[in-house]
């Protein structure tokens, strides 16, 4: 679970120093935000593979953002665990049936915290693989862009585009899973079986060549600075 990307929503600086710091420790890399107004901004542009929202915050509460994120399709399924002083079991139950994965009372132990959010991200990524594999034929569809992996075929608008055999693959691995970033040498686990001498840098020439083939559509394939490529959501 190491490298994802997860949001921590929390307006007290101590608290906020003590989550990030757990989490980087821990491999993860981490996105700020003081308040709901700053999460939803930022969530405008990023999404996160987890969200740990504070209750008790300026503007916006914990509670209107995890519904707000619950009713945005591009959103709604991120895990939330949210993190916060109100421990009655009044506000436990509103909390998850607000949306939340789950909640955790302050104080709080970040080894505890740690160990609920590996948790969830493995329960998140084990229902992603089903899905993977329950579909692995079927026809995606992400905008005017029609694959078609049964007949090995790309379509835009209806137009057959001409794919190598390793840029298919890379699109295919790319687009069935859309908003999820993928580091280089995930893709090439991905077109592994297709063309054995593909490298870090190979997937760069492949990428770059996969987007002018895709013309004005390729666009949806976005670098990941860092990390990898991911197919933008929001193409879909």
């Given at each position: 679970?190491?490298g994802?990307?997860i ?20 491999g ?6 003081e308040s ?6 930022k969530?405008?542009?990023?999404k996160p593979?987890?969200?740990?929202l504070?209750l ?15 009713k945005t ?9 949210m993190?916060?002083?109100?421990g ?9 049936e607000?949306?939340?994965e789950?909640?955790?009372?302050k ?14 991200l ?16 079927g026809?995606i569809e ?25 840029e298919?693959?890379?699109?295919k ?6 908003g ?8 090439i ?10 490298t870090?840098?190979?997937v760069?020439v ?26 933008k959501?929001?193409?879909?």
């Amino acid at each position: 679970m190491k490298g994802k990307l997860i949001l921590s929503v929390e307006d007290e600086e101590d608290i906020q120093q003590l989550v990030s710091y757990n989490l980087m420790k821990a491999g993860y890399r981490v996105l700020c935000a003081e308040s709901g107004e700053e999460a939803l901004e930022k969530l405008a542009s990023e999404k996160p593979d987890l969200i740990i929202l504070d209750l008790m915050l300026p503007g916006i509460n914990g509670m209107e953002v995890c519904t707000l994120i619950r009713k945005t399709d591009s959103l709604k399924s991120i895990p939330i665990v949210m993190l916060t002083a109100k421990g009655e079991e009044t506000d436990i139950v509103a909390g998850l049936e607000t949306g939340a994965e789950d909640y955790i009372t302050k104080p709080f132990s970040p080894k505890v915290l740690l160990a609920r959010i590996k948790k969830i991200l493995c329960r998140t990524q084990k229902k992603a693989d089903e899905k993977s594999n329950n579909n692995a034929d079927g026809i995606i569809e992400r905008g005017a862009i029609v694959i078609d992996p049964g007949r090995f075929e790309t379509k835009i608008n209806g137009r057959a585009v001409q794919l190598t055999l390793t840029e298919f693959s890379i699109l295919k691995t790319l687009a069935r899973r859309a908003g999820w970033v993928f580091s280089r040498e995930q893709i090439i686990d991905a077109v592994r079986g297709y063309e054995y001498s593909v490298t870090p840098r190979a997937v760069d020439v492949h990428i770059f060549s996969l987007r002018n083939k895709l013309g004005s559509a390729g666009h949806c394939i976005e670098a990941v600075r860092g990390v990898g490529y991911r197919f933008k959501e929001e193409a879909i």
